[in-house]
């Protein structure tokens, strides 16, 4: 390569390599954001939502028209006068199963007493029909039995869900137990409790035919 063509090269260059250094520096972009990923939020179970505690059953849950199990519907205001066993049961519930052989003895040993025994199921009638009846076959319930519609059981639960659940109320309303679960102990605790109900009660008053 002659000397002047080396020389214009060069100079080609140093103006090449000038007008670049001219211009406005490139800035590397920052790096890109990682991608946020929502957790989706935990769907819990749908849950009664808890009242003030009770100590008497208040009129309109007395008053409230509950479906039979088999047919027709009753109210609990319809014992007026009675001591009133509620227990509260699914027929999907193990518990339940083992449990209400020891009620039943206790219903036996209070018959013609002033006492009502009445089961109620949580479950919705529209798709567990045949599920509770043949549950109630099964275990020989001899209890009333009806459905409890989700007011009824909110009430009665007072936001608790737990399966069975049982109330004890005396003659004049006033709930004198509640219990949540199944034990050994409920047999006893179901009989002791109905005793001191009927006590509040006349003895002419507690025979009933």
């Known amino acids: 390569m002659t000397k002047p063509l080396l020389l214009s090269s060069l100079l080609f260059l140093l103006v090449i390599s000038a007008a670049a250094q001219s211009g406005r520096r490139v ?3 920052p790096p890109p954001r990682e991608p946020v990923v929502e957790t989706p939020t935990e769907v819990r179970p749908e849950r009664l939502t808890p009242i003030a ?3 008497v059953l208040p009129e309109d849950m007395l008053n409230r028209e509950l479906r039979a199990l088999d047919k027709g519907s009753f109210r609990l205001s319809d014992f007026n006068g009675k001591v ?5 049961w ?15 003895k206790v219903r036996k040993e209070y ?3 002033a006492v009502e025994f009445i089961g109620l199921t949580t479950e919705d009638p529209r798709t567990a029909s045949e599920k509770v009846k043949r549950f109630a076959r099964e275990v020989n319930f001899g209890f009333r039995l009806g459905w409890a519609d989700r007011e009824t059981a ?8 737990v399966i069975p ?3 004890v109320i005396g003659a004049n309303g006033r709930i004198m137990a509640h219990w949540n679960g199944y034990g050994g102990q ?10 001191r109900a009927l006590e509040e009660i006349p003895s002419s008053s507690q025979s009933f035919r």
Do not use: F
Request: glycine share 6%; aromatic share 4%; proline share 6%.
């Open 90 to 104: 699914a027929s999907w519930c193990g518990p339940c199963r083992r449990e209400v052989p020891d009620y039943e």
């Open 84 to 88: 009133l066993v509620i227990n509260l």
């Open 165 to 167: 659940q049982t109330l």
């Open 186 to 195: 409920n047999r006893s605790r179901l009989h002791d409790t109905i005793a």
């Open 53 to 55: 505690e009770l100590s």
């Open 111 to 113: 018959s013609g007493k």
């Open 27 to 29: 800035v590397n972009p």
């Open 154 to 161: 909110r009430l009665l639960m007072n936001g608790r869900n």
